[in-house]
């Protein structure tokens, strides 16, 4: 049969039309990178040639060479300027005023679908609809859980969440071993986001060592970003395997898989039986979701759960364990910090309520230095240029352009924060010179109409945490520094450096 296969004429004729489609691709390719290069409306903005030509660029710089897009851009702006062309529809911006040229409340622009769609899960969600109109008619049904109002009144959940930490500290303490910080506050910001998103306390917080399976699990998918966004196909991919086939492929993922289960389990549950929501205290993403016409498939209400878990996790945890690495590596600032908070927490047995934390001037401006020191988001969150075009930085843009700013950009400006690597909580005790507040450069939630849902829930988290671990306890970190605070872009910042270890003695009053 191979035989008169291989004599029939079938063979070479195959191989030709072979060689003549991937001649063409060749052909094809090498045609649009040179458009690309020199006559693509953006061919006079500078960047590296290779980026001009094709999106592959990209992908060979976060998955071949594993490095920081972010990073790079650093360079990139020191060697070509304010603009720079690292797509061949892309361009990225160094300068602070381009930031709020992008992202402002006036800008109703799209968020780029060939990174947004699929980077969390495949079915819409208010992270990946990336028209503005369609956004913001989620984002108004949720919003009011997470106004300030709102976060306000659900303070005490969050104070439990604390408290269970607090509880495993002191496991901790008792079994004379130090407890990994990092950890911890994933662990705590897991529960409070299950907690107040679901009505799910996801437990995480008493797991041995803060090893909460689902937490390992997260930092485990958080460097597959940089694929997922160059290979989009494999979450839809992913999408169609049954839970258990994908723990099969990757143990690794268990802890994840097991919060996907628990979760389709409570919306099929709810979906079933609405008055299930009646019994719950107080309000969450389902109760806004189920009232809301049309509702939300089981997968979409899922993978909405999910991404509130991706947001509301590393993001916070991330700027409480920047700030208390550098906090215990001053003892200027931790004493500083220490005194203001025995000051105005007395009694042991009588924590403030948040809003009088919030009032503490030191303690926020370390709030405020945590969260400029680890960014929030790391990678260029990139909108689209609608038709008609936009100046920035003082260019015309034409639309269709894909445009960004990462916020290390307007974080490490040393104009607006001098010495800008340097945890400095006293530079947001000043106004900034011209009068202008240094808060305007503050942009770890990021600005405008696609910024951060969670942001009240955030600070909350902070303030709360921080005034519990450094009114509640003696601490001294183990064989780390603020040199560990090393990251890859990974979207978010995935941490590299040396396990936070700290030791901790509690303050009996
Ligand atoms: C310190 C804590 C946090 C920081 C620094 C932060 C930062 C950000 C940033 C920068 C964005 C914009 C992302 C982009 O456009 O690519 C964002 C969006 C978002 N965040 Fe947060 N976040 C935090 C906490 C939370 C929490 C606690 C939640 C909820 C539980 C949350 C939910 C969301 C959602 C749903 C979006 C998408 C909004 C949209 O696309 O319209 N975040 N966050």
Same mark, same amino acid.
Do not use: I, M, N
């Given at each position: 049969m191979l035989r008169l296969l291989a004599e029939s004429s079938l063979v070479p004729s195959l191989s030709r039309y072979g060689l003549a489609m991937l001649a063409s691709i060749v052909v094809w390719t090498l045609g649009k990178a040179l458009y690309n290069i020199y006559?693509?409306?953006?061919?006079?903005f500078p960047g590296p040639r290779m980026a001009a030509a094709t999106e592959w660029w990209q992908a060979w710089l976060e998955i071949?060479?594993?490095?920081?897009l972010c990073l790079t851009l650093v360079d990139l702006h020191a060697q070509y300027g304010d603009i720079v062309r690292i797509g061949p529809d892309e361009l990225h911006f160094s300068k602070p005023s381009a930031y709020h040229e992008i992202y402002n409340a006036k800008n109703k622009w799209r968020k780029n679908p060939a990174f947004y769609r699929y980077i969390v899960s495949p079915s819409e969600s208010t992270f990946s609809t990336c028209e503005y109109d369609r956004a913001k008619k989620r984002r108004d049904v949720i919003t009011p859980i997470f106004s300030r109002k709102s976060i306000i009144s659900m303070q005490d959940l969050v104070q439990g969440c604390i408290d269970n930490m607090c509880a495993n500290i002191d496991k901790h303490i008792q079994e004379k071993k130090p407890f990994d910080f990092l950890r911890a506050f994933r662990c705590c910001a897991l529960d409070t986001v299950t907690s107040l998103c679901f009505a799910k306390d996801a437990h995480a917080t008493s797991e041995p060592g803060f090893r909460a399976p689902i937490g390992e699990a997260m930092d485990y998918t958080l460097p597959l970003t940089p694929i997922m966004k160059h290979f989009p196909t494999i979450q839809i991919i992913m999408n169609y395997l049954s839970p258990d086939v994908i723990a099969w492929l990757s143990p690794q993922l268990g802890g994840y898989i097991n919060l996907r289960k628990t979760l389709d389990a409570q919306v099929e549950e709810i979906l079933r039986d609405p008055d299930v929501l009646a019994r719950v205290e107080h309000p969450t993403i389902y109760h806004a979701f189920l009232g809301h016409d049309p509702v939300p498939s089981v997968a979409e209400l899922r993978d909405e759960a999910l991404v509130y878990v991706h947001a509301g996790t590393d993001t916070s945890s991330d700027a409480l364990a920047a700030g208390t690495l550098h906090v215990l590596a001053d003892p200027a600032v931790h004493a500083r910090l220490r005194a203001e908070l025995d000051a105005a927490w007395p009694r042991l047995d009588e924590p403030p309520r948040y809003e009088a934390l919030e009032a503490l001037p030191y303690l926020t401006a370390v709030v405020k230095e945590s969260l400029r020191t680890s960014?929030?988001?790391?990678?260029?969150m990139t909108r689209v240029v609608p038709d008609g075009g936009a100046a920035i930085s003082g260019a015309f843009v034409p639309g269709g352009t894909i445009v960004a700013e990462s916020n290390i950009f307007v974080h490490w400006d040393a104009t607006l924060f001098p010495e800008p690597r340097a945890f400095r &909580? @006293?530079? !947001?005790l000043a106004k900034a010179k011209d009068g202008e507040s240094l808060d305007n450069w503050l942009v770890p939630f990021s600005k405008g109409p696609r910024s951060c849902i969670g942001i009240n829930l955030g600070y909350c988290e902070i303030y709360m945490t921080y005034a519990n671990l450094f009114r509640k306890y003696d601490l001294r970190l183990e064989g780390?520094? &603020? @040199?560990? !605070?090393k990251w890859r872009d990974c979207y978010l910042p995935h941490y590299l450096g040396r396990d936070m270890k700290v030791w901790a003695t509690p303050r009996l009053s």
């Open positions: 006559f693509h409306p953006l061919s006079k071949v060479e594993a490095k920081s960014h929030g988001v790391v990678h260029p &909580p @006293e530079r !947001w780390v520094g &603020p @040199e560990d !605070w």
